[in-house]
């Protein structure tokens, strides 16, 4: 089980200090934002730990999906936490990626629910950590708009950082939104890309260490970065060896579903197939490579965004009708949409 019990080495700056006294006066949702490596990820354990050693029910949001503290790289994570500082993870929202550039709707959606989630619960301080993603058009949208929705009563802002540009102005114009203005600790590193890439793999190996293999049977929809992929029904054995033969390739699948004909073949014939069959032949017919989503972050989902299951793709099979991963099953239900995200690194 997480925790955020390690403060030995922390040396706490005074305006951090004077933050927490005052949130803790008047605790609620607290929404936190600075740049990569400023500190934030600390402050928020700080705050969550503080606020639960005296006695408040406390709800972490993890919005990180970069650097995650709650659930795996990848997705949004809620946990409540113990007096002791141990976090235990209630929700996991999937967003498949690790950083928000061109998932913004999916992101502040995610953070939006799992906070409306957690002061259904009772939480009365809800600490909600982000990615560092701060700096041009993008950074902006995604800041501005996720304090408009939440509309947290706190908002802590690492101020001093040029990265930031005009996000610290805009967001203190929030009505009814009482601003703290953070300073980076000093000593603050700024981690490389390596390393951030090393973070990303522990947190894997963690999650993956208390997983199973899980199998589900065969969603509505498959859904991976920007296309998608709707099962149908499996041609006949003739009809597949007349498309093979029309195509010029040997067919692991075929199956049709409306006007279209979807085909998932060994990824090595690709080549080949571009170069020999006309442009006409190939006319309604969708190509997959077997190996298209194997190894790569997923989720089993009722509705997007709102996992069953996360974990790794494992495999597809047409014959029985599954899909199988090792994952870590988080509430019960039909499976509606398999979503396919990234790789992932381990």
Known sequence: MADLSDRASLDVPPSWSLALRRILEAPGVVLVVGGTDSGKTTFC?????TGAEAGLRVSFVDADIGQSTVGPPGCIGWATVSKQGALTEKALWFIGTYSPAGHLPEVITGTRTLVARAL????ELV?????????????????????????????????????LGPLPLVLSTLRSVRIHRLRVPAGVRKRDPAERRAYRETRFREFFSECSELTFAFPDLFLWGRSWYRPGTPLTEAQRV????????TLAHAERKESMTFVVRAAREL??????VPAISRRGVRLLPVETWKGRL???????????????LLSVDFKTRTV????????????????IGAEVPV
């Open 324 to 339: 199988r991963l090792l994952g870590r099953r988080l509430a019960r239900g039909r499976g509606r949409i398999l979503k």
């Open 298 to 312: 997923c989720a089993v989902e009722r509705e997007p965004g709102d996992a069953l299951a996360v974990g790794k």
């Open 242 to 249: 007349e498309l093979e033969r029309r195509l010029q390739i």
């Open 120 to 123: 259904r619960s009772k939480a």
């Open 127 to 163: 600490v909600v950590d982000s990615t560092g993603l701060v700096r041009g058009w993008t950074g902006y949208q995604l800041k501005t708009a996720k304090a408009q929705i939440l509309r947290p009563r706190h908002l802590a802002i690492f101020a001093g950082q040029k990265e």
């Open 45 to 49: 354990k700080l705050l969550a730990r």
């Open 271 to 276: 080549e080949r197939y571009a170069e020999s």
